[in-house]
């Protein structure tokens, strides 16, 4: 356990904050997880690497974790401003799939995603639909004094809790012009908590309500499993920027019915001490955007030859509160500099950690990569702490390796399972097999070392026309790469 205080950048209040748990020795953790009609995209994955180096810096600081990350698969509408057909229903339809085939695949393939971005399990994977019954007794118990109903549902009258919208600081008229316009709702941004299956309609899921047989609304479910799985308040509540807007705050509205609470000049009042929010990944081309049809999946970097550590690398030489700007460009880099990492780290690989050992030339390195971590995640310069060990001369592998073990255990590359080999580009299209790579360099290398270098040329030509791309320049031995 480090013992520089964390602080951490709090969205509701805009300020950084020391992380003061609700309960000593605990921190509970709530992320907003995936909507489940779709394949998610790497911006959307971006959102859990933050998350999970949240966890992970929670853990290296002592604190006992409870990570929970929902599985939406009812309720989120295909406008995120609550308009529109439901994102799980619609995908159903197109596909003449069952709603909860669709749910299964895209939650398995999410989660395949999270294991190769070496995302630690939660807690709890907290699925929606397993706890209707618990947002029906929810809903019930604000809708008195905080819902009034129309011939669509039942809907969240903002004005009846104190400071609606403050977390994200948009109550103007602009702001709410994003809000779908319902006959009959009292105030522009009031929102749906439950959803009447319209007359002559069925859902594939739908449940019976004081209101009448429909669904619960999307903004529901976080509350009530929130509360239910943590407890109000709990620490901290994370989600991608987009959430900020809308969902968030229609969410922390609930809690403080719920809660009978007062105004958010009073954290705790929201459900959560902290809300916590990664910025967007950006993509110029506009392929972040799953309406486009084809946007960028993880699946896809591996498939064009990148180790799926990479874009965790990608992620973490960003600070999580700024804007990170994908180009392929950039991918290799960060695969150039992971790479770079596991040269250094494989030198280490036959040592045995000395975990109480300490050494006074790694003592400048922790010292800045703990105050980077403790200031509000700064994995930025906690990489280059990480670098510095590593470049460290005359001393002990194994006190080095206790070192490295350290801070990449807060990182989260598993550096001593990876290996120089598995991060060179192989792009999944390729025709030439590594076994008939490897087979061919052998040759080559040999050609050279006997001065036969018309056969080391021809072989060479033969591979650059399959593909593959020597790098003689290498100094630690024969790398390749397939473009």
């Known amino acids: ?47 859990y690497v933050f998350a999970d180096v949240l966890g992970r810096t929670l853990s290296w600081k002592g604190y006992k974790l409870t990570h929970v990350i929902n599985i939406t698969d009812v309720g989120h509408l295909t406008d995120d401003a609550d308009a529109g057909e439901d994102k799980m229903e619609k995908m159903a339809a197109e596909k003449a799939q069952s709603i ?41 118990s604000i809708a008195d004094k905080h819902c009034y109903e129309l011939e669509s549902g039942l809907y969240f009258d903002v004005s009846t809790v104190e ?52 669904a619960p609304g999307w903004h529901l479910e976080c509350s009530v499993m929130g509360e239910k799985l943590l407890g109000f308040p709990f620490d901290i509540h994370t989600g991608g920027i987009d959430h900020r807007e809308i969902h968030h705050p229609n969410e922390i509205a609930q809690n403080q019915a719920f809660c009978g609470c007062g105004g958010l000049s009073e954290a705790t009042n929201s459900g959560a001490k902290m809300w916590m929010h990664n910025n967007f990944l950006v993509e110029r081309s506009g392929k972040m955007s799953k309406s486009s049809g084809e946007f960028l ?18 992620c973490l030489q960003a600070h999580y509160r700024s804007e990170l700007e994908f180009s392929w460009e950039g991918l290799e880099a960060a695969l150039v500099r992971l790479k770079r990492i596991v040269m ?6 036959d040592a045995e950690a000395q975990p109480e050992a300490e050494h006074p030339k790694f003592a400048p390195m922790l010292a800045k990569f703990e105050e980077a971590m403790a200031d509000d995640l700064n994995t930025p310069i906690a990489l280059t702490a990480l670098e510095e060990a590593l470049a460290v001369k005359k001393v002990d592998a194994g006190i080095k390796r206790a070192v490295v073990e350290a801070m990449d255990a807060v990182l989260g590359f598993d550096l001593f399972a990876l290996t120089r080999a598995d991060l060179r580009i192989r792009p999944k299209s390729a025709e030439i097999t590594e076994t008939e790579i490897e087979d061919m360099l052998a040759r080559r290398k ?20 399959k593909g593959v791309e020597v790098m003689d320049g290498d100094p630690l031995g024969w790398e390749w790469k397939l473009s």
């Not at 399990?121 to 019954?133: F, G, H, L």
């Not at 250094?344 to 690989?349: D, G, I, Q, T, Y």
């Open 1 to 47: 356990m480090s013992d520089t205080d964390l602080r951490l950048f709090n969205s509701l209040t805009r300020e950084i904050e020391p992380f003061i748990p609700v309960h000593s020795g605990e921190a509970r953790v709530y992320t907003c997880g995936p909507t489940v009609y779709n394949y998610p995209h790497i911006g959307n994955m971006r959102a």
């Open 100 to 140: 909860w085939d669709i749910a299964k695949h895209y939650t398995e393939a999410y989660w395949a995603d999270v294991k190769a971005l070496n995302i630690r399990q939660p807690a709890k994977w907290s699925v929606a639909t397993d706890y209707i019954e618990e947002m029906l007794g929810f809903a019930e």
């Open 163 to 214: 400071d609606y919208g403050r977390l994200a600081r948009a109550v103007t008229e602009e702001g709410e012009g994003r809000i779908e316009t319902v006959e009959g709702k009292r105030n522009a941004a009031d929102f749906a908590i439950w959803r009447k299956t319209p007359a002559g309609e069925t859902r594939q899921m739908e449940w019976d309500s004081p209101w009448g047989k429909g």
């Open 297 to 314: 999946r993880l699946q896809l970097l591996i498939d064009k030859g990148y180790h799926s550590l990479a874009y965790r690398m990608m």
């Open 344 to 349: 250094a780290v494989e030198r280490l690989s």
């Open 446 to 465: 040999e050609a050279r070392a006997e001065k036969d270098f018309a056969t080391s040329d021809a072989l060479r030509d033969e591979l650059v026309a």
